[in-house]
Every structure is written in C-alpha cells, then in structure tokens.
C-alpha cells in the first residue's frame, strides 16, 4: 500500500491523459526509446530511468520478459527512482514525449503511427521474442527517429530488432557487457555489430540524448554537407574497403554518416573527416553502418507464397528436360533470403516434378565478406525459427548448439560469393533473379543501369523480384507484372536483349560531358606566331584562321565588317559568323577550295557597310606549310571601297546600254556561274555520298556481324570468368575447411602417443605419426617409399608379409614384438577404409607395451 500511495503528481496526471486518441501520424516527431530487458535487468532498467531527464522530449516503452502468470509490479519499482510518470501500456494509448510506458504480461507490444497494440502471444512460454517484436515494429513506425537501447538480460532476443532499427537509419545503444547482471543480450548485440553506443547502464541516456540533441541541431541549422567534403569520405572509404558508395543515394550518405558524426559529438563534416583519417578503426564501422542489411527467412510471407504459386509454376513448365534452373540473389547479406528461396524452388520442384527433379544452383552475392562467411556458415540462432513454419523447421534445419544449421541438400544449392553488382560482371541466362530492398540504396541514374542490366541477365520468361519499395520505372516494356503488390514481374519473351546497356566490367564512371571534338594543335602556344609570319609573308590583311570544318581559331585585324557571332549559344565557327551578303559565297568557296585543295578568289563581293558600299575579295588558302599549321585554312578579306578596272569599265563597252542593263546583266552573269558551279559540285557529291554510302552500308553490316560475335563471345567469357571466381571461392573455402581438419587429425593422432603408419594399396608409406619415427626409421621424405625399403627397430621380420596378408584377406593382425633396444610393442595391422567402403591400404598401430611385459617378467621371476 505504501508504494501506491509513493505516486507522483505527475505520474497521477499521466495515467488521466494517456488514452485512446486519434491517431495523428505527423504529430509524432519526437524520438521513440524502446528499451530491452530481462527479468533480472531491474537494476539496469532503474539506473537508466535514473539518468533521463524530465524535459528529454522523448518517449520511453520498456519491454521486458515477464512471467506470463504473475502480475507486473515493474511500474511501481521504475516509478520510485524515476522522475518521468510511468504507466503500464494499455491498447490503443498513444504515446507521448516523457513518459514511460511498460509491456504488461503476457502480451506482445507493437506500435502504429504512434499509437500502442497489444497481442496475445503465440507461445505461452519458451520461445518467445518480445523485444526483437516490438523493436521491428518501432523501426516501421519510427524510421529515423527510432532509438534501441538493451540492457541486462540473457539470451540473444533484440539483436534482430537493433538491426531493423540501424537499417532505418535510427540509433541503437548496448549496456556494456562487464557492467550488466546478465551479459548474454549486451553481448549478443555488440557480436552482431548493431551498437552505436556501448556504456553502462547509468550513463546510456547521457550519451543517446547527447546524440539525439547533436542531430537536431544539425537538422535546425541545415548544414548542407559539400560534396567535396562527402567526396573525401568516399575516398577514405574506397582505399581502406574497396567499396565505392558514390552510385549510393546522398541523402542515406548524409544521414548515416551525421549519425556516426553525433555519436562522436562532432558538428562539422570537415571535423569528421579528420576523424576519420585519425581513427581508420571508424571507418570499418562506418562501412558496416552503410552496409547493415535487414534480412530474415521468408520476410513477407505473402511475397514467397505468390512466388511459389505464381510465379514459378511458369519458369518450370517452360524449363526445357535436364536443363539446370539457375537463379541469383545479389545484396544477400547473411543468407537467409538465398535459403529461402532454395526451400521454396525446392518445395515447388517436388509439387510440380516429384518423379523427375529438376537440377538448380542458385548464386548469392554480396560486398560485405564478412556477410558472406557467415552466409556460407548457415548457422542461426534460435529465434530465426520465429519467421519459419514448423514443418520446414523440421525439414530443413538441423539443430545446432549455436542455434539452427542449414540442411545438407540445401546448403548445396547455394554458391556464395563476395561481389559488387555495380563493379562486377553479372550472372547470366538466369530464370529466377532476386533483388529486394537495394535499389531503394540507389541514384534514379544508377536504378535505370541496373533495370536493364537484370534483363539482360535473365533468360526470355525469366522472372524478377523486387522489394515492396521498388519497382522497374520506365521499363515496363521490358518487363510484364505478375503480381503488382509483390513486385513480381516476368520478362517479356518477345523482347530481345538491350544493346545499350552498359555491361559492368569495372566500377561505372559517371557521364561527362560530350564536348565538340577539335582536331588537336601541336605546338598551340606558337599558333598566334605562325599565324601572323603566314599573314606578314603573303597576306597582312584581316583574316582568320580555321580549321577544315570551319571552327575558327585565330583572328587577325579588323573582322566585324564580315563576320559577327551567331545568336543563342556561342559558336565559332565561320559558316555561322559570316554575315548574310557573304556567306553563300564563302561556303561555296571554302568547300571548293578544300576538295581541290587549291587557294581560291571570289573577287568583288558586295558588301553594305555603315561608311557605305564596300567591295570584299575573299581569298581562301588551305595550308601545307608550316607542318603545325597542316590541315588548316586561312580566309582573307581583301576590302576596297570601289569595285575593280575590270568591273568599272564593263558597262562603257557598248553605248547602247544603260549602267543599269549592264550591272544586271553582269549580275545575271554571275548568277549563273554560280549555278553552274554548284550543280557541279552537287553532282560530283551526290556521287561522293553514293559511294560513301554504298561502302559504309558494307562495313556497316561487317560491323553488326563482327559486334554481335564478339558480343556473344564477351557475355560468355564475362559469365564463365565469374562463375569460375564463384566456384574458386566455394572452393577456397572447402580448402580451408579441409586444412583445419587436417590440422585437427594431425594433433589427435600426436596426442595420443600412439605410433602410427599409413601405407597405400602398393605397400608405400602414405603417413605416419611422430612416435612412429621413434621405432621405424622414418623421415619426411620417406613418404612414397615401400615398406620393405625401411629399417626398424623391430625383431619382426614377417612385417611386410603380414602386411600384404591382412590387405589380401581383410583380417586384422595383432603380435607383441619386441626391439633390440629391449622395448616391446603390440602390433595391430588392419585394413584402411575410405569414406565409401573401399579397402585403400593398411594402417599399422605400435602400442608401448614395455611396462606391462617388465611387470610380467619380474612376476615370473619371483613365483619362480
């Protein structure tokens, strides 16, 4: 009774004020804490309370392991230490900044939009995962703002729920092992690698609002990260990981990277980036915040279950007989997605084939190495078995002392492999390819690469599954919908493979730029001196200076008069600057004198000018000399403000006509020169470009044919280059395994003091044991050598011939034989048996027998 009537005032108003509300989901803004414990954690849970200030602007919900038959007095206890109010939650209370709410017993807890959901728990006792529970649905709601906090408690529940809680971008906090009543929980997170911050109980809160409040700050002043500051961590990043996240989407770069900035209290990027080249431990953990993978077996049931039903029936009915189904699940993290769709391929082979099974091999592929141990490993705690059915459970797991172990038929289906699906060639011709919840990671530009990229690795009919957050954009017309809602999609059998995808090979550079192509100068800092001896020898009028296309690129003297810069966007070449009474002579003239290459005039152009009328001489030169000036052409204007003698006298010739008929009739003149030369040139093109075209159309198709060759010949060597690097690590990886065996074979056998020889089906030493060379001459390099060939210490001169009897008849040997230094050893020589049955050699055993035979002597003696 005392302690009920211990309440504060506050937590008295809190109890009338928490109640049902409307859910309001963007009034939640306030950072939620959910915090883990065991029953025995009431010390940890009192301590952190403790430490929480009452203007936190947080809301706290404990979640606990109760005795399901016992009522819960935990609100009482946490009430007497803490200064915020704290309630037992009940359903449909939405929660509120400082305040405290409690798990009751026997139910499991969620949250919606803010708003609290108890649940009748599916097992009574045992296997029962509250906090993983609660923290998986308050990193749904939450996001960003989610924090995860566990303290003392034993077993391993919550590990899971702070790695959703990390994948969403919240902040996770561990109580320290050494400080915890109970270290399995703490332990079991910081193995996992899912802590952001590790202190004890009591200086827990300190440090997360210390966090929180740093990434509020940062959000209030908006501190826009430069790109040249990200870029360096980016660097950083690549030279210690080899990973580059530059194709990774800036604003998960930026909120990850401030939160690893806050839980170092630094408030600068700048600042963090000297941290980091300090510290390059910090980059190893920023590498995994940017690679935290929130996977499990079966997530979305209903996404397997379509696939199952939907989906496959069509790839097996179209699988043509004794065709291996290959599949490939790229960003598979620590396996579970890649076993779970080797039991369903496996469960849906058996329903649709039972008499014929159908071969498979499903590549998984991820950029964390670490990942892919364990994945290859296929060992998983026991509460793994929360998202699997019993029967499969029972099928395809055995039990393990650290858990579940993948079963032997499933774990050969698999083939794991370290890659990078932007850097690394993909797998090909496959029927089934699963990639969920990674394109969300990626830039728009990066997702249209990898789209089509997938289409081309599938075979026509192959399916894709994509997360519920992504979808195949602009492509649908590569790709047909199965089932909108699970994102399962098949690829149109109708659609040839894209031509333009770009085909990864080495990681994908970022587009630059396509820039006018401008034949380069040799010697450009000369250019201005050459161009003026040209014009100070032959010229010293104003002209330009241009290449073979017209691109201007040397100016002399006094050119406005001719040529002035072309509206809209700056371009400098000479067929759009040459003002309109010289331009069509200047073009006809300038292709001229480049296909004869020979200098050519076009006297007495008439020219409009401010002073008056003007009377321009084009004079066109393609160059040869000097060298660097090869290829180019030079233009000047020679100007004179009357027409030439020529021009002038022309009209007096004949009296009859007016000066008027006359410059008509020589204007009709050059008019039609000018049409006889053009129709010329039109005609001499129009024969060019035929040829041309005839000429280009036969390389054209030498070039299709040649470019789909060696196209074929590249995705074939790409996709056996990398599945023979897959294959080499699962071999590597067996090699591996097998040394540590041999190792392990090698100690047992020195350890028991026994001697030891192997020998083969000939009768040659295959191996032996250290204390074998004690009695038996043997060295290292006697392996290979036929018994019969070595000395020992032995008066048994019938050994190789019991030998060769034991290996004839399968009879096991055994004689006590005595040495000639007064030893006595027992024997044994029996058959060698492989794995499969099969007799291989003998194997011949000494047991020191000395002591026994002395006692034995001195026995006789002395009834004797």
């Not at 998984?364 to 026991?382: F, N």
């Not at 810069?565 to 002579?585: H, K, Q, T, V």
């Not at 060696?710 to 280059?721: G, P």
């Not at 047992?748 to 074998?772: G, K, Q, Y």
Request: a negative charge; proline letters at 6%; charged letters at 25%.
């Amino acid at each position: 009774m005392a302690t009920r009537k211990r309440r504060t005032p506050a937590a008295a108003e809190s109890t009338a004020t928490l109640r049902k509300e409307t859910v309001d989901p963007e009034q939640t803004r306030f950072p939620i804490v959910g915090i883990g414990a065991s029953a025995g954690g009431l010390e940890a849970l009192q301590a952190f309370l403790q430490h929480v200030p009452t203007d936190s602007g947080c809301a706290f919900i404990v979640v606990q392991h109760l005795d399901p038959t016992h009522s819960n007095m935990l609100p009482e206890l946490l009430q007497r230490g803490s200064a915020l109010p704290v309630a037992l939650a009940s359903e449909g209370w939405k929660v509120a900044p400082n305040h405290v709410y409690v798990i009751p017993p026997n139910r499991d807890l969620s949250i919606l939009h803010g708003v609290l959901h108890l649940f009748e728990p599916t097992e009574s006792r045992g296997l029962r995962l509250p906090i993983d529970f609660f923290f998986r649905a308050l990193a749904e709601d939450c996001g960003h703002s989610a924090v995860g906090v566990i303290l003392s408690g034993m077993g391993s529940d919550g590990t899971q729920g702070l790695r959703a809680i990390k994948g969403k971008a919240g902040l996770t906090g561990v109580q320290t092992p050494a400080s915890a009543k109970f270290d399995g929980m703490p332990r079991s997170a910081i193995d996992a690698g899912v802590a952001d911050i590790i202190a004890p109980a009591d200086e827990l809160p300190v440090k997360l609002l210390a966090t929180l409040r740093h990434g509020d700050q940062a959000g209030e002043e908006h501190e826009e990260p430069s790109s040249s500051a990200l870029a360096k961590i980016l660097i950083l990043l690549r030279s210690h990981t080899g990973a580059d996240f530059s194709q990774y989407k800036k604003t998960t770069l930026y909120r990850r990277i401030e939160r690893r900035m806050g839980v170092h209290a630094l408030a600068r990027i700048s600042d963090y980036v000297r941290f980091l080249r300090e510290n390059p431990q910090e980059l190893e953990l920023l590498f995994r915040e940017l690679l935290i993978g929130v996977t499990g077996f079966f997530r979305d049931p209903e996404v397997w279950e379509a696939l199952k039903t939907l989906a496959l029936p069509r790839v097996l009915e179209a699988l043509p007989p004794g065709t291996n189904l290959r599949a490939w699940v790229p960003a598979c993290s620590t396996g579970e997605e890649a076993y779970s769709l080797a039991i369903v391929l496996k469960e849906a082979l058996e329903a649709q084939h039972p008499e014929q099974p159908v071969s498979m091999q499903i590549y998984a592929t991820d950029l964390d190495a670490e990942a892919i141990e364990a994945a290859r490993r296929g060992v998983y705690p026991k509460k793994a078995a929360a998202d699997i059915s019993p029967a499969r459970l029972a099928r395809f797991f055995v039990t393990d002392p650290r858990g579940y172990r993948i079963s032997q038929e499933i774990r050969e289906l698999v083939i794991f492999a370290p890659q990078n699906l932007l850097s690394d060639p993909p797998f090909t011709k496959l029927d089934i390819l699963v990639c969920r919840n990674l394109l969300i990671y990626f830039t728009a530009e990066v997702q249209k690469k990898v789209v089509p990229l997938f289409h081309y690795s599938l075979n026509p009919g192959g399916i894709l599954l994509l997360g519920s957050a992504e979808t195949i954009g602009a492509f649908s017309d590569l790709f047909t919908p199965i089932e909108g809602k699970a994102r399962l999609f098949q690829r149109n059998v109708g659609t040839p493979r894209i031509g333009t995808i770009e085909f990864p090979t080495s990681p994908m550079a970022t587009p630059q730029a396509v820039l006018p192509q401008v034949t380069p100068l040799a010697h450009t800092a000369n250019l201005q001196t050459l161009a003026d001896q040209v014009l100070l020898r032959r010229h010293a009028p104003a002209a330009v200076l241009t290449t073979h296309q017209g691109d201007i690129l040397y100016i002399n003297g006094r050119t406005g008069n001719y040529l002035e810069p072309a509206s809209g966007r700056a371009n400098w070449n000479i067929y759009a600057m040459a003002r309109e009474p010289l331009r069509f002579d200047l073009t006809q003239a300038f292709q001229h004198a480049l296909r004869q290459k020979t200098t050519l005039t076009v006297p007495d152009l008439k020219l409009d000018a401010p002073q008056g009328t003007r009377y321009v001489t084009l004079t066109i030169e393609p160059l040869e000399q000097p060298e660097p000036l090869r290829g180019m052409v030079m233009i000047v204007f020679h100007e004179r403000a009357e027409p030439t003698l020529e021009t002038v006298m022309a009209p007096r010739r004949s009296s009859r006509r007016s000066a008027r008929e006359a410059a008509l009739e020589q204007e009709v003149e050059q008019l039609r020169v000018t049409i006889q030369t053009t129709r010329e040139e039109m005609q001499s093109s129009q024969e060019e470009l035929k040829s041309a075209n005839e000429e280009l159309q036969s390389t054209n198709e030498e070039l299709q044919s040649t470019n789909e060759e060696l196209t074929t010949s590249k995705e074939e060597m790409q996709s056996l280059n990398e599945e023979l690097q897959t294959v080499n690590a699962e071999l590597q990886s067996k090699i591996d395994d097998l040394s540590r065996a041999s190792n392990d074979m090698t100690n047992l056998l020195n350890s028991t003091e026994i001697a030891t020889v192997f020998l083969d089906s000939a009768l040659h030493i295959r191996r032996f044991t250290v204390p074998a060379s004690r009695i038996i001459k043997l060295i290292p390099s006697d392996a290979g050598r036929p018994l019969s060939d070595i000395v020992s210490d032995l008066n048994y001169p019938e050994l190789y011939a019991d030998a060769e009897e034991v290996l004839r008849t399968l009879v096991f040997s055994a004689k006590d034989v005595p040495t000639s230094d007064g030893r006595w050893f027992t024997v044994r020589i029996m058959p060698y048996r492989t794995a499969e049955n099969v007799i291989d050699g003998v194997v011949i055993t000494f047991a020191d027998i000395t002591v026994a035979k002395t006692l034995e002597a001195q026995l006789r003696e002395a009834a004797s």
